[in-house]
């Protein structure tokens, strides 16, 4: 087992800190990869915090990964020393259920390997460690290849944000001509703005925060709209083909079904602490459907990085220290960052771990 400085949180209500964890020697199918950058999730905060319960102290977050490989297995095929190539949101599934044997390891039937705080399928009895950390072992089939074309800091984002906004645009056929509308302008909202507005969509930005309509607009909106006028709310009615709703904080969906067309869909991303009513009427009178969505599988994560590449499309960062976590985190939760934190791992590499 190799010695690895990371951060993990040790409780729900304290801190993150320095701490040292141990990583597996790299089997015959694994990789050994060095992290450089490491995006912040919301969802790294839920489960430091334990908010969705279920969370295994200490715990290491971190599914934004890039990095450059170290070491490989005797096995390995695809990649070798000194590759760029990055990690997102699992690292193992059960690899033989329908879900897994149709590239959709996210939906696997026996349940994925989270990247972090799960239980892993590979060492016993133990629990995964994420990202927050100089490096990690991951098999050869769920580390992706990632192009050194662009900034690789703003890349990173890309393994969460970018893919969990990417698939239900694809999903749902996004084209020239659709109209598509985005709820919530953070790391998810903008993301869909970038690539719905790449893919030929006339895109829409639904906020409550007029303040917010400089930055909709250079992320490539062609619109922005106020929610909290009824008049726009009136005229939007029936204009949609899709919806992308990033919000987590509880909110009216009924208000949001009411702007789509006939067969109109909206996509739920965020995941609300309780849950929401919606009126039968909204989806029944005019055949709407309201779905959720969950990232994209390997072969689509790798689809999307190439599709980012090509047309230069990457996640708006501000970068950060390692020590400056616990800060980012409240931040986050402020929505004081555009869009979002990247930590610089060479603040952890060089820093000194107690």
Not at 182 to 197: D, E, F, N, P, Y
Request: with cysteine; net charge negative.
């Amino acid at each position: 087992m190799k010695n690895v400085k990371a951060y993990a949180a040790h409780a729900a209500e304290k801190d993150l800190e320095p701490f040292t964890i141990d990583r597996r020697e790299p089997g015959p199918e694994d990789v050994e990869i060095e992290i450089l950058f490491c995006g912040i999730c919301h969802s790294d905060i839920h489960t430091a915090r334990n908010e969705w319960g279920g969370t295994t102290y200490p715990c290491v977050p971190g599914h934004e990964i890039v990095g450059k490989v170290t070491r490989v297995g005797e096995k390995v095929k695809n990649f070798k020393e000194g590759d760029t190539v990055g990690v997102g949101c699992f690292v193992d599934s059960c690899g033989h259920c329908k879900s897994c044997e149709e590239d959709q390891e996210q939906y696997c039937l026996n349940g994925f390997t989270a990247t972090y705080n799960s239980p892993s399928r590979v060492e016993k009895e133990v629990t995964t460690y994420g990202g927050y950390s100089t490096h990690i072992v991951v098999k050869e089939d769920f580390v992706l290849s990632i192009s050194d074309r662009l900034p690789l800091n703003a890349v990173a984002p890309l393994l969460c944000a970018g893919i969990t906004t990417y698939s239900p645009l694809r999903y749902w056929n996004v084209k020239k001509g659709d109209k598509v509308a985005v709820v919530g302008l953070g790391g998810l909202g903008h993301m869909a703005v970038k690539l719905a507005a790449s893919m030929g969509a006339e895109v829409s930005m639904l906020s409550r925060s007029p303040e917010k309509a400089k930055d909709a607009e250079k992320l490539g909106a062609h619109n922005f709209e106020l929610t909290t006028n009824q008049e726009n709310l009136e005229r939007m009615a029936g204009s949609f083909d899709l919806i992308i709703n990033t919000v987590s904080a509880q909110h009216d969906y009924n208000m949001y079904l009411n702007l789509l067309k006939v067969n109109g869909v909206m996509v739920l991303l965020g995941v609300p602490p309780e849950p929401s009513e919606v009126q039968a009427g909204q989806l029944i009178m005019k055949r709407r459907s309201l779905v959720g969505s969950l990232v994209g599988g390997i072969k689509e994560t790798q689809e999307m990085l190439d599709y980012c590449a090509k047309h230069g499309i990457v996640s708006d960062v501000e970068m950060i220290n390692i020590d400056q976590i616990n800060e980012a985190y409240e931040r986050t939760l402020n929505s004081d960052v555009r869009y979002r934190f990247v930590i610089d791992m060479k603040s952890l590499k060089n820093g000194k771990i107690q």
